[in-house]
């Protein structure tokens, strides 16, 4: 994953996910949907790219320090 160069750009591919009762919310990570873009690449991993991966916790801070500058 590249390293976004704006801060606005950075934080389009982010979002917390909405979690139900006292459980803490997960940083998502939303990933590239432009297939067309990626001409070369199997259908399969085109569909890999298409789902939001959930961050685990122990990624969580250097996610957050790759893809925004805080």
Same mark, same amino acid.
């Given at each position: 994953m590249a390293r976004q160069?704006?801060?606005k750009t950075a934080k389009k591919r982010i979002r917390l996910s909405n979690p139900r009762g006292n459980r803490p919310a997960k940083i998502r990570y939303k990933q590239s949907c432009q297939g067309h873009l990626k001409t070369k690449r199997s259908t399969r991993s085109k569909r890999r790219q298409k789902s939001n991966a959930i961050i685990t916790g122990a990624n969580? *801070?250097?996610?957050? *320090?790759k893809v925004i500058n805080l």
């Open positions: 160069k704006t801060n969580e *801070k250097r996610m957050i *320090k």
